[in-house]
């Protein structure tokens, strides 16, 4: 006996149509959802980090969501294939969603991070630019895959694209850029206090890329390293006693 009578919804976040018989078709159909793995990611990083960068860019995701929403009951715009998906098409959210991450990400790996050094400048450019082109890539495959399999046309799925980097571009220039190059403007003294209020003090919110370059990823390694090399010693030590 079932606990519901009446009708039945079904949950559209993880229900992707595809062709069962195209290996390519279900590739795609996994790939799109890569904005719902995303912002699993973005709630694991932000508890553990507790970046400011992290906080914003999840933030300003969370509003894109939003600002799709809206815009796709402002326009009203059929999608493709009137089977697949709930809502209007018009701009595509995945694509939206990619093009927002992507921009943000690549603004800031280019702006203010910088990977380990190998001790070779060439190979370490090469490694910046295969990023690029992966987090590229990645958007365009997801972007492709709405196209692909009918859940929108090229041009609700170019807009989404358009749309979400001009947002990426946008909180990121005024989040994190322009409070950096000018720490005294209006919004770097937004961006103090929003580190030094008591709750996000209580919080132990930071901004680790405003200290290193690598929001101090190789300090807390070379500390990490420091102790275990100190314990095992300290275990050497009382296993001779010990004999």
């Given at each position: 006996m079932t606990r519901f009578d009446g009708?039945?919804?079904s949950l559209d976040l993880t229900h992707v149509m595809y062709?069962?018989?195209s290996m390519f078709s279900m590739a795609l159909a996994l790939i799109t959802l890569s904005p719902i793995l995303l912002m699993a990611s973005y709630?694991?990083?932000a508890v553990?980090?507790?970046e400011y960068l992290i906080l914003v860019m999840w933030v300003g995701q969370l509003f894109g969501e939003g600002f799709n929403l809206v815009l796709k009951n402002i326009v009203k715009q059929a999608r493709p294939n009137h089977d697949l998906g709930d809502g209007y098409g018009f701009p595509s959210s995945h694509s939206q969603y990619m093009g927002y991450f992507a921009t943000f990400l690549i603004c800031h790996l280019y702006f203010r991070h910088r990977f380990s050094t190998t001790g070779y400048k060439t190979v370490d450019q090469l490694w910046r630019v295969a990023v690029y082109s992966a987090l590229l890539a990645w958007t365009g495959l997801?972007?492709?895959?709405r196209y692909y399999l009918g859940y929108h046309n090229a041009n609700q799925v170019f807009w989404g694209l358009g749309i979400g980097s001009a947002l990426g571009l946008t909180v990121y220039a005024?989040?994190?850029h322009i409070p950096g190059l000018y720490p005294n403007s209006l919004l770097g003294q937004i961006k103090l206090w929003v580190l030094s209020n008591p709750l996000c003090t209580w919080l132990h919110i930071r901004?680790?890329?405003d200290i290193w370059p690598d929001a101090g990823r190789e300090v807390d390694w070379l500390?990490?390293?420091?102790e275990w090399e100190k314990k095992q010693q300290d275990r050497g030590a009382f296993a001779k006693r010990k004999d």
């Open positions: 009708p039945r919804a062709d069962d018989g709630a694991s990083l553990q980090t507790r997801v972007a492709y895959s005024l989040c994190q901004d680790g890329w500390r990490w390293r420091s």
